[in-house]
């Protein structure tokens, strides 16, 4: 059975840091791309980043350039993202994805975390 476990949300002030693990298991996760997506209370989900299953390809959401990395760690079975500057429109439920297809859209992951809600306050 494949799980997808994120940790590392909370409350930050705007201009603070957090970072997400998502802990994958049930599944060989070096054969994944994995990513970031958010919902924030009455909005659509959103892509925020990818990186693929190799970890050479990366993509961000303009919204998160330069503010946000994503990363993995393949022997831990654990991807990172690492987020700095933070705003109060990056508030949202954070939720992790993998998938064999590549790009922004939510359809080509597969498997999916039950989220880690991330609240900054101005």
């Given amino acids: 059975q494949v799980q997808l476990v994120e940790s590392g949300g909370g ?28 919902q924030a209370p009455g909005k659509e ?6 990186i693929s299953w190799s970890g050479v390809s990366t993509m ?11 990363s993995r760690d393949n022997a831990k079975n654990t991807r990172y993202l690492q987020m700095n500057s933070l705003k109060p429109e990056d508030t949202a439920v954070y939720y992790c994805a993998a998938g064999g297809g590549w790009g922004t859209e939510a359809y ?8 880690t809600q991330v609240t900054v306050s101005s």
């Fill in 60 to 70: 961000y959401a303009d919204s998160v350039k330069g503010r946000f990395t994503i």
């Fill in 108 to 115: 080509k992951y597969t498997y999916w975390g039950q989220g």
């Fill in 11 to 38: 409350l930050v002030q705007a201009g603070g840091s957090l970072r997400l693990s998502c802990a994958a298991s049930g599944l060989t996760f070096s054969n994944y791309n994995l990513a970031w997506f958010r």
């Fill in 45 to 50: 989900r959103e892509f925020v980043a990818t």
